[in-house]
Structures are given as structure tokens and as C-alpha cells.
């Protein structure tokens, strides 16, 4: 069964680096999203991104965020500079439609940002 | 403001019981509901879907009710097994591109 990559699995950075996270959703869906969770919290949505655009996003998306789907595989999210409330799991995620269908999530980047 | 609120951080069952765990919204109108299951360090993994105008929906030991004059979801795990053992989210389906999610209610099946 086809499945939701990321990489790399864990991420140890600097605060005020840059650092990018990178996904390669299924290959026929059409929407992709972002999500977040912060230990021992609930999963949170950062945005989404539908025919190479963002869709939605989330008041925890602000400028120091971007994505971008650099060919037809993958999937990237970029943290500008990053923070020390940036320590966090990010999931990538994709879908066939936008609304009424499952999400198929990948493993998660585990991101510590120090 | 809008509230997603999972009843019981945790629920400690015997093998082979039915466990029930609640999901209910504050100023939602989903059209869909669904549930997910997490494991720790995991990512969530889909289990059902219920829609709006469905009363019910059953997979295999699984069973989601969607009330929408109660706000409320409930899952039932029946004939529980240790390996049952994990966290449920609960994830409403608001908008064309994005599930919200509630905290999770941790399930620990003892044999």
C-alpha cells in the first residue's frame, strides 16, 4: 500500500536557522497539508496546498513559513528562522479531494530546535 | 470560539471489553466526522469516516456514532485487545482543505 514519506526523521537545529522539512505525499492525491504537535499536545494544522497554491492556513503559519512542491514528487516546508517553540513533530499529509475522504499521514520530522 | 473536547485523557479497560470514548464540538457544523489512531512518535493512521447524514458506521470491532443535534461523535472499540492499545483522535472535516483535531483520548488495554 502506498504511503507517505518524510525526511529526515529527526532534525536538531539552531535557533535562527533555517531549516527544511521534505515530503513525498501518495502519488494521485491532490492536496497536501502540514500539521504539527508539539509533545504531549494535540495535533494542529499549520496549511494546506492544492494545485500548487496554499489553500488554507493557520494563524501558527506566519512569514517565517513557506511551502513549495518543487517538482511532481515532492513536498517541502521551510522554517525561515527557526525558534525555540518550533520543537516540534511536523507530519506532512495528503489526501485524494479536499473534504469527505481519509488523510494518509506520514511519520513525522521530529524537529529540535535549541 | 470553536471546541473540539475528547472526554477522558485516558481510558484504562480490560481485555475484551467495549471501550467508548466521546467526542463532542461547540460551534461546528461538520459535514463529516473522522477518527484516527496514533501510536507514540507516530503519525495519526485513518480508521472511519462517518458523514453528516449517517447515523452509524461500523468496521470490523469498530463502531462511530454522529449525532449532530448533540454535537457529539462516540467510538466503540469492542472485544478489546492489548494491542488496541493507543491514542484516538477525533477530526472534524470543516472546510475543503483542513481536519481539525481534538487532543486524544489514550487507551490502555490490559490483558
Known amino acids: 500500500e502506498p504511503e507517505v514519506t518524510q525526511t529526515p526523521s529527526h532534525q536538531v537545529t539552531q535557533m535562527g536557522q533555517e531549516v527544511i522539512l521534505r515530503c513525498v505525499p501518495i502519488s494521485n492525491h491532490l492536496y497536501f497539508y502540514w500539521y504539527r504537535q508539539i509533545l504531549g499536545q494535540k495535533v494542529e494544522f499549520l496549511v494546506s496546498f492544492y494545485n500548487n497554491e496554499i489553500s488554507e492556513k493557520s494563524e501558527i503559519f506566519d512569514d517565517q513559513f513557506s511551502v513549495e512542491r518543487p517538482d511532481g514528487s515532492n513536498f517541502t516546508l521551510k522554517i525561515r528562522s527557526t525558534k525555540l517553540e518550533d520543537s516540534a513533530m511536523y507530519f506532512c499529509?495528503?489526501?485524494?479531494?479536499?473534504?469527505?475522504?481519509?488523510?494518509?499521514f506520514g511519520p513525522g520530522t521530529r524537529l529540535l530546535v535549541l | 470560539s470553536q471546541k473540539i473536547e475528547q472526554n477522558s485523557e485516558a481510558l484504562n479497560i480490560q481485555e475484551g471489553k467495549t471501550a467508548t470514548l466521546t467526542c463532542n464540538y461547540t460551534n461546528y457544523s461538520p459535514a463529516y466526522l473522522q477518527w484516527y489512531r496514533q501510536d507514540p512518535g507516530r503519525g495519526p493512521v485513518f480508521l472511519l469516516l462517518i458523514r453528516e447524514n449517517e447515523k452509524e458506521k461500523r468496521k470490523e470491532r469498530l463502531k462511530v456514532t454522529f449525532d449532530t443535534t448533540l454535537k457529539q461523535s462516540l467510538f466503540h472499540i469492542t472485544a478489546s485487545q492489548p494491542a488496541d492499545s493507543a491514542t484516538y483522535l477525533c477530526?472534524?472535516?470543516?472546510?475543503?482543505?483542513?481536519?481539525?483535531f481534538g487532543a486524544g483520548t489514550t487507551v490502555t488495554v490490559r490483558a
Open positions: 499529509a495528503s489526501s485524494t479531494s479536499g473534504q469527505g475522504v481519509s488523510y494518509s
Open positions: 477530526a472534524l472535516d470543516m472546510s475543503d482543505y483542513k481536519l481539525s
